[in-house]
């Protein structure tokens, strides 16, 4: 590679010494009133300015658009890949619904000098943060010591949180160790949110012209003080800014792919201004999400109604629940609302759908339990499969499968008994080589049976993707076979 002449000017340039600055005075705070960040005192000119050109001098930028919100996760373990930043969409799902335009999302490792110069950062271009992560006992969690850093403020603590973090270790018989009390900590003037579901509080303060939420990083500890009090806040706030909240519904279709959902939605909202849709596949489900920003909530609810009634005459009976209607929870209504009943006997999903259906409250109004008939001897001993059945049909078959849904009724009596049956392969996440099957049938190949008063039907199916994948797959069709039964 040829190297390019520089002038003696420009080496001079290159070898001089930056002039030495003086430190920075942070600037005070008064106490009681929300900390300020201090950033960087203004510095005194150098007496002797340099050979060549100063620099102009910086110009400001504008406070960040009202509405506009930034996410931080703070962690070492989220850079590596360890923890799946969830958070991150749990958050930006809320701020999008409630009217905010999300500008960016951050991963910052546990290195103070990276947390700070994210904070500085995303304080300029969002004025909202939420941050989460950091919070807890051990020395790498350093959230609280770099923002009272970057306040100029010290460290106090949360008496409620200490006190609620004493009563739950005498409760269970727990030592309070010293490195406990980092959990309860928060920056002088901050406003903390006690933590329902842990220990460590949340806390808000100004940094810069942003409104910075600091919250744990513990999904369900996160999500609690974010709901009870971070969002009545962040409403709030965009009224007082006279920012209207977008109208938001999401669909969620079982039975059909995306392509095919986008075919049907062709024009759909072609000829609608401030209206958008969107699609997220989350298998085997799909989601549609459609948004209307008129900037009046009132006219962009309207407008979603009619959005709405079209949409749903183009996907028809596809379309299972909206906005936080899940498939467990839809299934449970429609089983509950026809008085019925559920048992389930499974074979390759190893309980997955008797998970599924009891992910939601309730479920014992209806779901009297099931058989993890794995092996084939507990097909043949607990449900009644012939033997015969087996040795000539194999066990991933629509005649086992039948064998194994009558069984089980007559176990329980249930209203519905289904059974599943299948081959769910590998994970197939990059491992060297598979182990063989021990069956004939091909990998994703299972079998269904639904047995009730009326005559026992079955069906095959062929499921796409790894271990897991088809696992999923086969249990949300059971559930959806329970579904329509009741319907």
Known sequence: MSQLRRSPAKVARKNAKPAAKPPAAKRPHAPGSPPQAGGSAQRTASADPPAFAAKPAAVAKPAPKPGTAAILAIGDEVLRGEVANSNAAFISDRL??????????RVASDAPADILAALRELSQEAAIIVATGGLGPTEDDRTVDVVCELLGVGITTHAPS????KQRFSAH???????????????????????PAGIAPGFVSRIGDAEAYFLPGIPREMESIFNAEC????????EEHGVSPAAVRTFHVYGMGESHIDHRLVGLVANIPDTTVHFRTAAPENHVKVVVRTGDFAKSQAVLEQVDHELRKRIGQGIYGIDGETFPMVVGRTIRQASGTLAFAESCTGGYAGQLITSEPGASDFFLGGVMAYSNDVKVSMLGV?????????????????AMAEGLRKLTNATVAIAITGVAGNKM????????QSSDKPVGTVCFAVASQRPTKSVGKLFVGDRERVRRAAAYFALDLARRFFI
């Open 386 to 402: 012939p033997a015969e059945a087996i040795a000539e049909h194999g066990a991933v078959s629509e005649p086992c499968a039948r």
């Open 96 to 105: 999008f619904d409630a009217g905010y335009d999300v500008r960016a999302h």
């Open 231 to 238: 969002m009545p806040r962040l409403v709030k706030r965009l």
């Open 173 to 195: 018989g727990f030592e309070l160790t010293p490195n406990n009390l980092r959990q309860v900590r928060v920056p002088e003037g901050a406003h903390a949110f006690a933590n």
């Open 162 to 165: 200490l006190a609620a973090m």
């Open 429 to 436: 996440d990059g491992r060297p080589t598979p182990p063989a």
